[in-house]
Structures are given as C-alpha cells and as structure tokens.
C-alpha cells in the first residue's frame, strides 16, 4: 500500500474534533492553518511542515500523543479529545523509529545531538536514553531523520509548553486509531471503548470520579461521548435537527436559573467580535435520552468544553497489539 493511500486510510479514522485550515508553510518553521470544510478532508490535505492547533476546545486534562509511522503524523489529545496533528519525519531505513509505549523522559529547549555532530535538536523531548527523541527538525515529506520524530518547528514549541515528564507517546504502525484515544488505557481496551461509542446509552462517573470534562457531539454518528480526566464515562444516541456543516467548539460560562450559557470558542480562522452564545433555538436542534440528560446535568459546570464536528467517530480498525516498551534509567 501506497503512503499517501496509507494516510487516507488513518486520516478517514484518527481524526476528531478540531478546527483547522490551510496554507503554504517552510517545511521547517511551519505555520498554523484555518477551518475549511470537513476535518479529515483538511487533515489529509496537510503538506510536508504543516500542522493544525486547536487547544481551546479541551483546555486541561491528560495529553496522550500518537505517531503514526505508515503516515507520518502525529496526533496530540487533551482529555481525550484531538487538539493538534502535525505531519514528522520518523527515521529512515536502517535508522528506524522503535513501536511502542513511552514516556518523556526529559525535555530541554536548546539541546544538541551527542550522537550525530552536535546537530540541533531544538525543543527536545527525550523518549529513550538511547537516542529517541521529539524534536523540531527538517521535515521533506518522508522518513529521514535516524530515529528521532522530527516536527515543525512551530508545533514542536506548542506541544513543548503543554507537556510535563511523565507524559505517554505512543509510536505505532497502525494506519488506523481510534477517533477518541485519550490514555494508554483506552488504547489497551479498544473494544470496550467501540461499545461505548456504538451501542446504547452508557453512564459510568465512577470511571473517573473528578477532573476536566470534555463532551464530543458528531453529528454522523448522532452520538454524544462524555469524557472526564481523559476516560470515557458516558455516551448516548442524539437526535440533531438540521445539518452540522462545520466543526464548531463551545465552553460553558455560566449556569443560572435560565439554564446552561455555552459560549463558541473562536477556532483557527474563525473571527468575530464580541461574545457568541449559544441560542435557546439551537440548544433545542439536540434532543437526548431524558435520564441521560439529567445524569449529564448533574456534572455541567463553567469550564466544560463540547465540541461539535460532521465527521464520525467510530473506531476503525486496531491491528496488533502495542509493544510496551521500558525505558532505560
């Protein structure tokens, strides 16, 4: 299989809820984009350096970071939900990126390679002691670097200043992922999680007892997921009036005894002046479950994020399991 047939294959199912765009970039630098459109169709469109940065749409929670090898991408989520994906560079034949569960081992800014003539490797994130790394690089549209996963520059700093040691990075050869892949967890019970995307309602807090709260709304599946501390604890059949034609993301500012205040979040390319709340005639387009909605009542509070995207979210497939690899100390 092709790689740009490969890519097709992951974008059609590891994208999710983010608002992007497109332009013309340094394959070094990079540059950020605006909406246009559906977002696996905007995703696949990425050339060599571009990358896409939606961060308001899941603004705390756990970050999990995939990279995929046969498209060379990388997919950043925050409490579960996708805020970035950038195009990289892993490493070329004979120099090739390891599969596997890491961690970030270290991470330092400036840092020079000791291995290969001191090149810069500018906000770096260590993943082994023996070489493996995230860093900014130069990214010609293939696998080139000698193991380490090369990104713009740009992205690299964004992912940098959200990141904390400790954090997973899942290297795979999967062409497809889940949609919603917020933990290590979620990816070692794969099948766990299509039920509960797929099948009648679920509510389980217990799950995740505190912690941020993100919803996912696709207007494709008619499917509502709740997402606490980056678990999936809920998730129901909805029912939209009228077409959802573009990714949209909403935080709610107040509740009061006129009920939820959710306010749109200005994505990349999207621009306004002043405050966008939603209407009462649009909160009504979404009718759920009642006992569904009640439990999800109880949890709203200012600082919920919901996004809503036309693409779907079901699970394409998971191939072989992951390698866990240990990291040496």
Sequence with gaps: MSLGSSRRRFLQNATGSIAIGWMHLRTFSGLQAKLDGSVSDAIERLKPGEYLWAP??????????????PVQRCSVYRNGVLVG???????????????GVFTVLQKHIDHKSNLYNSA?????????WT??????????????????IRMPLAFAKLLYKVTSLGMTVVITDLKELPRVAPTPDLLQSIAANAAGQNGPSTWQPEKSPSGPVSLILSASDQRLIVLRNGVLIGSTHVTIAGPVTETAAYSLSKVDDQGFHWMQLPLPGQNWTGKKEVTAADRARVTMPDDFRDRLNGELTPGVTLVVTADSLRVGETGKSLTVIEAET
């Design 56 to 69: 308001a749409v899941a603004p705390s929670g756990p970050i999990l970071a995939i990279v995929s090898l």
């Design 131 to 148: 070489g493996i790394a995230m860093h900014a690089g130069n990214l010609p549209g293939f696998p080139a670097s000698h193991g380490c």
């Design 85 to 99: 994906v950038s195009t990289v560079s892993t490493g070329k034949s004979g120099h090739r990126t390891p599969t």
């Design 120 to 128: 810069p490797m500018p906000y770096m994130q260590r993943l082994t």
